[in-house]
Nanobody, 115 residues
């Protein structure tokens, strides 16, 4: 069974930075594309960024230019580097297959942007 474990969230001030990490708990899962999702209170879960096995990346318009998704050399860890964070970025962030997400979702990591 595939399980993704997210980490790196926290409380930051507006304009701050965080780097989120995602590992697959040793399952060796490989997807055509991995993505970072987020869900804010009262909102639908949305795909924030994705990276394909070939290294191509795409971003939600609202985070374009501020967030960067990447992997390590073995593609065993997926990162989301976040800069210039805004209060509207506050959400629980999850990683999963960007094409067909695997159930169950992980616990996610909380990002809170507030003064």
């Amino acid at each position: 069974q595939v399980q993704f474990v997210e980490s790196g969230g926290g409380l930051v001030q507006p304009g701050g930075s965080l780097r989120l990490s995602c590992v697959d708990s040793g399952s060796g899962y490989r997807a055509y594309a991995m993505g970072w999702y987020r869900q804010a209170p009262g909102m639908q879960r949305e795909l924030v960024a994705r990276i394909t096995s070939a290294g191509a990346t795409e971003y939600l318009d609202s985070v374009q230019g501020r967030f960067t998704i990447s992997t390590d050399s073995t593609k065993s860890t997926v990162y989301l580097q976040m800069h210039s964070l805004k209060p509207e970025d506050t959400a629980t962030y999850y990683c999963n297959d960007a094409l067909v997400p695997v159930e169950p979702w992980g616990l996610g990591t909380q990002v809170t942007v507030s003064s």
